[in-house]
């Protein structure tokens, strides 16, 4: 399905930015949902991801460095019954707080839009994970600033099947360059192979060296709805 020739392509990109990527496991047991970061400054390469239950936050790897926390201190990864959150900003939250109170993923990203962070405009890039009856479904969604205005494109890509052993996947840009260029097309196959460690590691090394900073793997047992984090880090926290 053309999963290894992405990852080669993955691996060759220096800048695809903030990435998701959610599919099966190689038996269709569990759900895996990925999200990855990557940095080209100080201040966004000064992270680490923590896990506190079933939360995946980032955090200062030193506080005393920090100088903006704005868009890049959020939880990354929280969970609802039945429901699997992950998200490249504090739009997790929102989603989090809509499905708490009886709405749904896209009414709750239809009050968001592309980070301020012109001239980049960088996309908010979403996932949610469904689970019920022993199996999974999964949306993904890309708010990205229109070139023609100061409005907001939102594209969505509702999958009722996941495949085994590979997962869809989104980034937030395309490559490296000034400014970035945004993320396009639909997301694409990356292969999940093996448990849940061994995906993290696969992943990791095709994420350009400098530019990693931290990425987690969530996988999620599709009879019993429990949920483990696998957890990357470029710098130890301090």
């Known amino acids: 399905m053309g999963a290894r020739e992405n990852l080669a392509a993955l ?9 998701i990527c959610v599919g099966l496991d190689d ?5 895996l949902e990925v999200y990855w970061i990557m940095g080209r400054s100080a201040n966004s390469r000064n992270r680490v991801f923590v896990v506190d239950g079933a939360t995946l936050r980032t955090a200062p790897a030193d506080a005393s460095k920090v100088k903006d926390p704005s868009l890049i201190i959020y939880n990354a990864m929280r969970e609802l ?26 009414q709750a990203l239809e009050t968001r839009t592309y980070e301020p962070d012109p001239p980049n405009n960088t996309a908010r890039i979403s996932c949610i994970v469904a689970v019920a009856r022993g199996g999974a479904s999964a949306t993904l ?3 990205k600033k229109s070139p023609f205005a100061e409005a907001a494109e939102r594209q969505f890509f509702q999958y009722e099947a996941l495949p085994k052993a590979a997962g869809y996947t989104i980034t937030t840009y395309l490559g490296d ?17 093996g448990p849940a460690r061994k995906v993290a590691q696969t992943l990791w090394n095709a994420l350009n060296r400098e530019n ?16 483990t984090i696998e957890v990357v880090n470029a710098y130890a926290r301090v």
């Open 11 to 19: 691996a060759a990109n220096p800048y695809p930015g903030r990435g």
């Open 27 to 31: 038996a269709g047991a569990r759900a």
């Open 81 to 106: 019954p039945g429901f699997y959150i992950a998200t490249n900003g504090d739009q997790t939250d929102t989603i989090f707080d809509r499905l708490n109170s009886g709405g749904t993923f896209v």
């Open 141 to 143: 969604a890309v708010l």
């Open 177 to 193: 360059a000034n400014p970035l260029p945004r993320f396009e097309g639909e997301p694409y196959l990356l292969p999940l192979e």
């Open 212 to 227: 990693r900073v931290s990425l987690a793997v969530k996988a999620i047992d599709l009879a019993t709805g429990k949920s």
